[in-house]
């Protein structure tokens, strides 16, 4: 008690110096670069925390479909940017951060110099197009920051951003005629008919300002610009590049491709003249607007009224330390701080503002509406983040994910179905993967008094998604208990996870009295033993007759009532309540042993084809941390009576797919989710079942961390005797006081304090298991 | 003086009715069907006066291309109904009255039982899709009213609107499955690609919203609407009838194409199934928006709250009548009651109401906009209308008018090219025809003391747009003082009809005490002589060198320097300085004779072919009426010393060109152009020079009108000894003193008072002609 009272006390200082700007510059260790070779996913360019804006390169102009066939090369430019590529095509001014697939790509620009071309050109020929050839040594990546030189036109061109202006600076060596061009027909995921519509208006000499329309992921898609340059435009012109077709005629009476204000189609693109002298600096600011051109203007006044590209790009980086020194950490080497706040920098990619600065967006029924009270956020990769990405927010960004609820339950008030979002991004839902998830994410934050939102309301949502009987199978589910796989695919995968999502709708009922709806979805909560098969020991499709679907391997992927996943990592997949899942597959030991088989089979060659959105290294034995499903698995050790299995698996898997390389991520980063495990892990738990109040621990990485909550306190974990081969916790300390559990909750991390562990070489095999 | 001031004692009781609602139904004197057939391009459905929607059956679904080819069949189709048309294929919402090119017929919904069928199938087997056959029996077209019995379906579809809102009842006399389709693939005008987007949510079990966007003659329009059943959808589906692809399989994961509330694409059509009981009404209230879901859904609740179809007929036709009232005339037949009350009932269908309840509309930004204190309207045929149906709303429409010129200045300032419109619709610049003919509207009302508008900033928009030097021949015009046809083609039109908009440019300066812009702008309307020949005595395309193109035929319309007229009707055109212009041809005697053989001689068939928009009706002798450019020349015997021949030919032209049948009108309607020519024609004046006060005095058909002016006052016209051979003034009295002249002022009309024609079977050869 005395040496509690010590701690706080000796604590005080450090703490109000946290507070009061102790800011690290953090940034130095985020390498945005990786993470864009082979699976990661993610780009290199300038964005702020959350911003509506990413600015970066894109190295192809890969399309969907070649010949009406689905060309697979597409997937990797879920970003825009690969790393091996080596032209760069332009900069665009939207992207996704690691998913699996992908939009966007919005409105490229591309500086050039020489002869006006208008088609990119190819990568073998750089020169055929408006493309560059570049290289890696002439190139920097830093949070809000990009830096490259375009060699087919020695240009140097940098690039900066707001939450929804992108800043151009382009450097030209040589006194001549520079050329801008704006491509309206380049996209992510694109595929001929993608472009619904584009439209550009030349304001006056110095302003552009359109829309584009897309009909891709999201199928109903509209982004507004406002694009200004540092000096007058000489003169531009465009071209439609669209089929001749005999209406068109009638438009274009006079010449509208040269220096004429007005052009609209489907499939354009532009370009800006201007006279350059020696080391000349042209400047381009351009807003984004979900709402109107309008909008966007505005947002651009407010945010970056003037012509000051270092400012902006300070600014930038300050807001990236802002939310980086949230956590303070002290590492064992340099390369685990690269990854940790590289990690953090991922986790704050998104989701992104989806409002202009005046509150106004574009909402799921097109209409625009009123943000009244918080900010709107978009791009809900809920599949992948609700698993760790929300339940970190609920520490280091409560007052955001609050916000992030507002906005879905937003868009379940314009939802004509009712729903929360599934997978949405720019005022659509995209239907991507299963499962209702923003149900964990709405229980997570009321469990863990992170509710600053109608908890009523927020109830009522969750409750009307989970009984759309029309979505994916619900009504199968709803009437007999589980999705039968005849009648819907990856049956088991939706089976599982919507009684996960149940059981955390019964959380939030009894944390709000409502006894009732408690019953209904616990009950459904069991729902995952209608789909496990006692004779295999393994979660197994079920058909409609209710007999078990013959063929089954549960070490593929494809095809098995699973989706990316096999029956073998997703038969764990009861994070709401493994101890009864355990006891159903055979008890502690069986389980422990099942847990080491996924970790060290030799898994055969064939199955790595079918295995979705990870490169080989995302596997560990059949382990596959590249998707999902799994994530929680290394965990489940704690459940057994060998938690320090838990803490072995997570440290080996924290070396082993998280590198400070370009191609250091093991699997898409799907918006943060993969990133967000990492620091979890770093830190010594991880939210098993988000929606409860427990952190499963682990086994913390950090030698220290210093985490900065919203409320004023501050979190701090100590780890003695750190060394890469100390993976063991011996003992733990909380405020001073030992821990004898295997869990931590979130109120005793709310409430500030220390906690510590003790590590060593060996496991302690006495450590207390989870009840 | 003493008899003027008893006329006025007597007529004040008659005025005090007038105003105190002495409305006679004259909507029975109206027949929507007029103009039906051939050239006419009417439609036939239900709207209200000015009203944004026009409810009207189509009854075919021509493509504007077939395989890559124009398709001249379209043309019929310019208002979506063609009388000889055997089958209905359904009631769309949107209409022009009389162009020669379209767009529009917006959200077709038609009502079937038996098979639902989603195709709407062909003329010759109309029972092998939705559509069906009628009999013109067994339909009723009246003002804000349409009834038609569909013979495939044994249903009764009647029609009505408000301003924003179509209203459908659909009678069943059997017990049966009903469905009303909603092919949102259907169009006026279409083509392959011309839907850009259409958008569908099914709110509840009977609202549906959505929006349309095309790519036509407006290149980027989109319509939104709010559908509303009286009775809740029983079940309903989607079909997407476009191409199959590879990334659309990414969509519709699970069924949404049966009870799935949201779809969106490019091809779509729905259906929505009633079980209906024996003689069972099913009404449909369809609103539209310029704006957004909402605001179709707000236009709904403001305007047809209920579910009274015949409450919203009796309130159109009152709407109507109240219109109509405006002019009361006695006629010696009824027909001539039919063709008067019908032409001002074409007069008022356009422009067409242009905002939501609340004032918002969408401009040409694409942005939305606020109308603060006027209505805003769309739809201006410039090139048609300002001829004289924007002259007669400064009659008897002078509040709209005004409100028009205030939408047409806020069309200046949204416009990146900042003009005026010149054929605008629908948050459009289309471009249609040429000249800059905003300008005479805009003088017309200003020089009429009908400037309920910024008048400064009015002539600032005219100046500018009169200066866009890339616009269509322009800047070779303001340089050289001509159009040279090897440059931009129908040069001579557009020199003649710039000269023209410039002498208003002018008189607006000269009244508004710029001397300066006066003297640019008057120098500019003396450019129609640099294109008189008058070697041949024609106006006659001159090449940049300066010499006159050498192919040259004044009777052909096409290729030769014209556009809808031939050098013998267009050489006429200087409207703003006739006196100069028969001096320029040879003086009054040779003008006359001029004239005269205009509309005797007989036109070589092989001109015929090449003579647009107009059917062979449409010309007498080699005057074409069914086209705009010689709409004055009738009149232009007033500048001779034969007025009493402008008399016996417009009186001759109102009974060849215009018929109380379906293929009455002699050409298209052009937006109510040619039915405001047969209103001033059959009143006894017109105005040959808009932007001037005079109007040229004609031949009057009627007996007696009384025209009530929004200022209260009437200005009644007596014809004495009208007969139908009595087609010549003798003399004329105003307020009963002798009016000794060619011409009455609008300043005069304004004032109230009496016009009296005495009329007689024989020239009055001694009559005074214009000064």
Redesign the interface.
């Known amino acids: 008690m005395k040496k509690t009272l010590l701690t706080a006390f000796l604590l005080a200082p450090f703490l109000a110096m946290a507070q009061s700007g102790n800011t690290q510059d953090l940034t130095q260790y985020v390498n945005p670069m990786i993470g864009t070779a082979k699976m990661g996913h993610t780009y290199p360019g300038a964005t702020v925390p959350f911003g509506m804006v990413q600015l970066s390169p894109d190295t192809d102009t890969i399309p ?2 070649v010949n ?3 060309n697979k090369d597409v997937y990797k430019y879920c970003a825009g940017y690969q790393y091996d590529d080596p032209t760069i095509v332009g900069f665009s001014h939207t992207h996704f951060s690691g998913t699996g ?1 992908s939009d966007l790509g919005d409105f490229l620009l591309m500086p050039t110099t020489g002869k006006l071309q208008l088609n990119p050109g190819t990568e073998d020929k750089p020169e055929s197009g408006y493309r560059s050839a570049f290289s890696h040594q002439n190139e920097k990546a830093e949070p809000g920051y990009y830096r490259v030189q375009l060699d087919d036109h020695n240009i140097t061109a940098e690039l900066t951003a707001t939450n929804r202006v992108g800043m151009h600076q382009y450097t030209f060596p040589e006194k001549e005629e520079a050329h801008v061009i704006l491509d309206l027909m380049h996209g992510i ?1 694109n ?1 001929d ?2 472009n ?2 584009t ?1 550009v ?3 006056n000499d110095t302003l552009v ?1 359109g ?1 584009k ?1 897309t ?3 999201a ?2 898609r509209t982004v507004y610009f406002a694009m200004s340059f540092s000096k007058p435009i000489k003169s531009y012109g465009n071209k439609d590049f669209s089929e001749p ?3 068109k005629g ?2 274009r ?3 509208q491709e040269h ?4 052009f ?2 489907t499939k354009l693109r532009a370009y800006f003249n201007f006279d350059v002298e020696a080391g000349e600096q042209l400047q381009v600011k351009f807003a984004l607007s979900p709402v ?3 909008g966007a203007l505005a947002n651009m006044q407010a945010e970056a009224p003037g012509w000051d590209f270092e400012g902006v790009r300070r600014q930038s980086q300050a807001l990236w330390n802002k939310e980086l020194n949230k956590i303070q950490v002290k590492t064992l080497a340099k390369e685990d701080l690269v990854n940790f706040y590289t990690a953090m920098y991922h986790t704050f990619l998104g989701p992104t503002t989806y409002m202009d600065v005046d509150g106004k967006y574009r909402g799921l ?4 509406h009123q943000a009244e009270g918080f900010t709107n956020y978009t791009t809900f990769s809920l599949w992948d983040t609700y698993r760790a990405l929300h339940p970190f927010f609920n520490i280091v960004q409560p007052k955001r994910n609050a916000d992030m609820v507002k906005s879905m339950l937003a868009h379940y008030d314009q939802s ?2 009712r729903m929360l979002p599934v997978w949405s991004h720019h005022a659509n839902e995209n ?1 991507c993967m299963i499962g209702y998830h923003s149900v964990p994410v709405i229980a997570d934050a009321i469990i863990k008094d992170n509710a600053d939102f109608d908890v009523e309301r927020a109830l009522e949502a969750c409750v009307q998604t989970a009984r759309t009987r ?4 619900l009504d199968y589910y709803m009437d007999m208990g589980y999705v039968p796989e005849d009648k ?1 695919g990856s049956s088991v995968s939706k089976t599982l996870e919507y009684a996960y999502d149940d059981w955390c709708i019964a959380q939030m009922a009894k944390k709000l009295g409502r006894q009732e709806l408690y019953e209904e979805f616990i009950q459904r909560s069991q729902n995952y033993k209608n789909v496990y098969d006692a004779r295999t020991g393994y979660m197994r499709p079920k058909l409609s007759d209710g007999t078990w679907k013959k063929e089954f391997d549960p070490l593929d992927t494809h095809g098995q009532g699973f989706i990316e996943g096999n029956s073998w990592n997703y038969s764990l997949y009861v994070p709401h309540d493994p101890a009864t899942m355990i006891g159903m597959m055979g008890g502690k030991h069986r389980f422990a042993q099942h847990l080491d088989s996924l970790f060290t089979m030799e898994l055969p060659d064939k199955y790595f084809a079918n295995t979705e959105d990870i490169s080989r290294d995302g596997i560990i034995g059949n382990y596959v941390h590249g998707n999902e499903p799994s994530h929680h698995v290394a965990y489940l050790y704690n459940w057994t009576d060998e938690p320090w299995k838990t803490q072995e698996r997570t440290r080996m898997i924290l070396k082993a797919m998280y590198k400070p390389t370009v191609d250091g991520l093991g699997g898409n980063d799907d918006c943060g989710q993969m990133s967000a495990w990492y620091i979890f892990s770093a830190l010594g738990f991880y939210p098993v079942a988000p929606g409860s109040e427990q952190y499963a621990i682990g086994s913390p990485a950090v030698k220290e961390a210093r985490i900065q909550l919203e409320n004023g306190k501050t979190f701090i974990i100590h780890t003695k005797n750190q060394r890469d081969k100390n993976v063991y916790v011996q003992r733990m300390e909380l405020n001073g006081k030992p821990l004898n559990r295997s869990y931590l909750t979130h109120s005793e991390l709310a409430k500030g304090g220390e906690l510590t562990f003790y590590m060593g070489a060996k496991p302690n095999k006495k450590q207390v298991s989870m009840p």
Not at 259 to 262: H, K, M, Q, T
Not at 365 to 368: A, L, P
């Open positions: 969907y479909e009406g066939q689905y697939h995921y595929y008919g993608k619904v519509w439209f208006r030349v304001e300002t829309y329309q009909n891709g992921w199928r109903t077709q005999v209406y009638f438009w009476k006079f010449d220096n004429f204000p007005e609209a189609g109107s051109t309008e029924d097109q209409n625009i004509v179905h239907w029309y979505y994916d199978g819907n």
